[in-house]
C-alpha cells in the first residue's frame, strides 16, 4: 500500500536531524529505529536513546494517508542520501516490509511497530522558560562546550552547567582541570527565577549541530528533571545530570597580578607550531614572560625543542609557568576576538584569559608541573 509520495530533500533533512543521537549497537533494537508518523500533512521523524528524544517534522505540504511505523534510522538515512537530489521518493508498507522507491530504485526494509517505540515520558508542567535567538545560544555553547569532561567517574561534569537568573543566560563548563564560562544578557520584559540545570554531554553536542546561525528564536523549557528546546520543526527533549556542580566563582582567581594583552591569532600559531615537538603524553608548554616579551617552548623525551618569542606589552615581574597546550589552544580557537587579556599568579596559581572590555567570559586553567 502507497503510505507516501515526496520529494527527496523534504525527507532527507528532518529524518538527519534525529539520527544523530541513534545508536547503532543498542540492548533494545529499536532504538536503532526512527518513528515515522504521518499526520495530516506532515511527516514526522522522532527518534531517542532514553536520555535525549529529538523530534522534527517535514515541511507541511506532503499528501498520503496517516500512518505509523519504525525503521532503521541508519539504513533509511543512508538510501536517502545515495538518491539523486529532487528525485520523487515514495513509500510503500505491506507485511512488516518498507520499501523505498525513487526512479528505478527500490529498497526493502524491516519495520517494528510504532506501539513498541519507547517514547520518553515528557513532564509538562515548565518550571522555568525563556526565549533567546539560536545564533545567541549556540555562540555561548562554542565558547564553553570544549571545556566539558569526557566519561569522567564524575558524572556531573560530563555535561554543562546551565543557569537562568533575571536577565541572565549562564553557561559553565568544566572537566577538573580547566574551567570555562560564558554569559548572556537578554532583552526580556519580565525576568526569569532563578533557575538551573546539569546539561549532558550528548545534549550539548546535538545542539550545536543543530542549532542555526540565524536569529530565530529558540525557547529552553525547565522540567524538573527534563529540559526541553524547541527551534523551527524540531523539539530536543533531554534528562539532566543529577548531581551538585561544583561553584565556579570559588575558582575563578582575582588576585593574579602579571597581566597583559596578547594578539590571539599570534599566540595561537606560535603554539600550534611549538606543539609539534610537545611530549606526545604529557603535551606540556612552557610559557616565559619578561617584561616586553612571552617566551613559548615545548620539547620532547628525544631532547627536542621549539621556542617561539612574542612581543608583548608587559613591564610586571617575570614568570615561568607551565601549562597542557592543548588547554590553551582550546580556548583559543573558540573565542573569535582579535585580543586576549591573561592573567597570571605564581606557577602553582591558575591563569585566568578573558577578553577586554567583557566581563561575560572567563576561561580558568589550572597549570602543569613539567
Not at 533567546?132 to 569532561?149: E, G, I, N, T, W
Amino acid at each position: 500500500m502507497l503510505i507516501l509520495q515526496a520529494d527527496r530533500d523534504d525527507l532527507l533533512k528532518p529524518l538527519s536531524a534525529v539520527t544523530g543521537i541513534v545508536e547503532r549497537r543498542h540492548t533494545l533494537p529499536i532504538l536503532a529505529n526512527v518513528l515515522i508518523q504521518k499526520r495530516g500533512n506532515t511527516v514526522s521523524f522522532l527518534a531517542t536513546d532514553l536520555e535525549i528524544q529529538v523530534t522534527t517534522a517535514s515541511p507541511d505540504t506532503i499528501v498520503g494517508p496517516d500512518f505509523s511505523l519504525t525503521t532503521s534510522a541508519k539504513k533509511l538515512q543512508d538510501i536517502l542520501r545515495a538518491i539523486p537530489e529532487h528525485s520523487t521518493v515514495s513509500f510503500e508498507h505491506e507485511d512488516n516490509r518498507l520499501s523505498v522507491k525513487a526512479g528505478r530504485s527500490r529498497f526493502q526494509l524491516q519495520t517494528l511497530p510504532a506501539d513498541d517505540f519507547p517514547l520518553l515520558a515528557v513532564n509538562q508542567q515548565a518550571q522555568a522558560q525563556l526565549t533567546l535567538s539560536q545564533k545567541v545560544f549556540k555562540d555561548l555553547l562554542s565558547q564553553v562546550q570544549y571545556a566539558m569532561a569526557v566519561q569522567d567517574i564524575r558524572y556531573y561534569l560530563n555535561g554543562m552547567m546551565f543557569i537562568m537568573a533575571g536577565d541572565q543566560v549562564k553557561l559553565v563548563a568544566t572537566d577538573g582541570h580547566r574551567l570555562a564560562y560564558a554569559n548572556t544578557t537578554l532583552q526580556v520584559d519580565y525576568p526569569t527565577s532563578h533557575a538551573e540545570a546539569i546539561l549532558p554531554r550528548k545534549t550539548i553536542l546535538e545542539l550545536t549541530k543543530q542549532l542555526s546561525d540565524h536569529d530565530e528564536p529558540l525557547l529552553i523549557e525547565l522540567l524538573g528533571n527534563q529540559v526541553r528546546f524547541s527551534f523551527g520543526a524540531s523539539v530536543v527533549v533531554s534528562k539532566v545530570v543529577d548531581g551538585k556542580f561544583p561553584d565556579y566563582n570559588r575558582v575563578i582567581p582575582l588576585d593574579n597580578d602579571k597581566i597583559f594583552l596578547i594578539d590571539r591569532q599570534a599566540l595561537q600559531h606560535a603554539l600550534q607550531r611549538a606543539a609539534i615537538l610537545a611530549n606526545e603524553k604529557f603535551r606540556g608548554v612552557r610559557l616565559m614572560l619578561e617584561p616586553g616579551k612571552l617566551s613559548v617552548m615545548c620539547n620532547n623525551s628525544e631532547q627536542e625543542e621549539a621556542q617561539e618569542e612574542l612581543e608583548i606589552e608587559y613591564e610586571g615581574d617575570t614568570l615561568e609557568i607551565g601549562f597542557n597546550i592543548n588547554y590553551l589552544l582550546d580556548v583559543l580557537n573558540h573565542v573569535s576576538v582579535d585580543t586576549v587579556q591573561i592573567a597570571c599568579g605564581d606557577p602553582n596559581r591558575s591563569a585566568l584569559f578573558t577578553i577586554p572590555d567583557n566581563p561575560n567570559f572567563k576561561y580558568i586553567v589550572m597549570p602543569m608541573r613539567i
